[in-house]
Antibody
Framework: QVQLQQSGPGLVKPSQTLSLTCDIS??????????WNWIRQSPSRGLEWLGR?????????NYAVSVRSRISIKPDTSKNQVSLQLSSVTPEDTATYYC??????????WGQGTMVTVSA | QSVLTQPPSASGTPGQRVTISCSGS????????VYWYQQFPGTAPKLVIY???QRPSGVPDRFSGSKSGTSASLAISGLRSEDEADYYC???????????FGGGTKLTVL
């Protein structure tokens, strides 16, 4: 049974970098049949896909246009986890962030969500 | 503003059939599968329809999905109080090279 356990600070100051980690159990971050996504949700923006990383003989990423210049999603094979870094945050980045496994072609496993507030 | 357009709200009485629409474009809905998620307050979304019209195991057959051109729909028949939730459509956008979501529809069971 795949489980995703998220960790990271709930409060980030404006202009700083938001960093979250997702520990994967029951599957491998290097799986050839999965992709590891970050999705956020806020009352003003609804559900917003941020990006993903996946391994298919080599590592690849896709990022949403809205955050492409500020985002980095990286796997850590030694810890079997995936991380999210979002730089130069503003109050608009306040949201609940989810780590999500993408299976054969859908988001089938979600982390517990991390509420992140951007405020001084 | 979301790439996919959904009505912000929908409602029905117990036993009725309700339909929620999702409108997109040729680069997303027309070209790729549509997925529907159900979300209750304070919880993560849960898949109720995949690949346009397939139901995951455990999802009642009261839930059905369809697609035509650049639009998709989720239908819930025999409406029950426990269906009251937010519903989101999602699909891959081949031009944006990423996943896109609808803005969500809040379903109220009167």
């Amino acid at each position: 049974q795949v489980q995703l356990q998220q960790s990271g600070p709930g409060l980030v100051k404006p202009s700083q970098t938001l960093s979250l980690t997702c520990d994967i159990s029951g599957d491998s971050v290097s799986s050839n049949s999965a992709a590891w996504n970050w999705i956020r949700q806020s009352p003003s923006r609804g559900l917003e896909w941020l990006g993903r990383t996946y391994y298919r003989s080599k590592w690849s990423n896709n990022y949403a246009v809205s955050v492409r210049s500020r985002i980095s999603i990286k796997p850590d094979t030694s810890k079997n986890q995936v991380s999210l870094q979002l730089s130069s945050v503003t109050p608009e980045d306040t949201a609940t962030y989810y780590c999500v496994k993408e299976g054969s072609d859908t988001f089938d496993i979600w982390g517990q969500g991390t509420m992140v507030t951007v405020s001084a | 503003q979301s790439v996919l357009t959904q009505p912000p709200s929908a409602s029905g009485t117990p036993g009725q059939r309700v339909t929620i629409s999702c409108s997109g474009s040729s680069s997303n809905i027309r070209s790729n599968y549509v997925y529907w998620y159900q979300q209750f307050p304070g919880t993560a979304p849960k898949l109720v329809i995949y690949r346009d019209n397939q139901r995951p195991s455990g999802v009642p057959d009261r839930f059905s999905g369809s697609k035509s051109g650049t639009s998709a729909s989720l239908a819930i028949s025999g409406l029950r109080s426990e269906d009251e939730a937010d519903y989101y459509c999602a699909t891959w956008d081949s031009s944006l090279n990423g996943w896109v979501f609808g803005g969500g529809t809040k379903l109220t069971v009167l």
